[in-house]
């Protein structure tokens, strides 16, 4: 092969090669989130937090990650047979069978509002969702 038909194939190739290798190192950058705290029973303000989830990766991990580099954000969860991870308090706040009282899990996504039917350990998060973490009646 001549030069000029070498340095052409290695382009031709390389350009085969760039878009791929684009698109997969983009599928390992953390999508950033926004996670807000709403309480709609007491008059307290929301709170914001913004955290990353990984690609394809449950809320209940981002949720994780927020707690091991935020001191402000604490929340536990129980395990349900069937379901999977129950949220159970948020920031010290519990909620109550006996009251009536739980934390909702609804989302902002770009297309709008909704209440997802799974919870946090099976919701995947869009990159620029806004999940919004409410304490409420039942
Ligand atoms: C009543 C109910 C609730 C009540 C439970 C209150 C109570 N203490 O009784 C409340 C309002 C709290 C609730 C909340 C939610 N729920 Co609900 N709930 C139900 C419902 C209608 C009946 C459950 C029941 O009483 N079963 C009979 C009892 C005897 O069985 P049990 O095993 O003891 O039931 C317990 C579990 O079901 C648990 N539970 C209820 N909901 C959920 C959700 C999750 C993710 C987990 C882990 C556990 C759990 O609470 C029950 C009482 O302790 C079912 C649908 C159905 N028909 O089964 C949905 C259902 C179980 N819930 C569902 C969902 C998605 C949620 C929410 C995530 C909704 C949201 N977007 O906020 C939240 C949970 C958020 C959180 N904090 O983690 C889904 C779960 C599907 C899935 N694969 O994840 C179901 C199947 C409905 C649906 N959309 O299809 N729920
Ligand atoms: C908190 O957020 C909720 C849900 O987005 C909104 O309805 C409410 O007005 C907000 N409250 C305050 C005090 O900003």
Redesign the pocket.
Known sequence: MSMITTTTFLSAALLLLVPGILTQASSYEPDSIQLMIVNSIANVPNVTYTTDVVFRGILLGAMRRLQETNTDFRFT?TE?P??????VSVNGLA?D?TEHT?????VKTSEGAI??????G?YIPQRNDIIILKFTI?
């Open positions: 969860y349900d069937n379901y999977g991870p129950f949220l909620g069978n739980y934390w909702e899990l609804l209440r997802p039917n799974v919870g946090i099976c039942w």
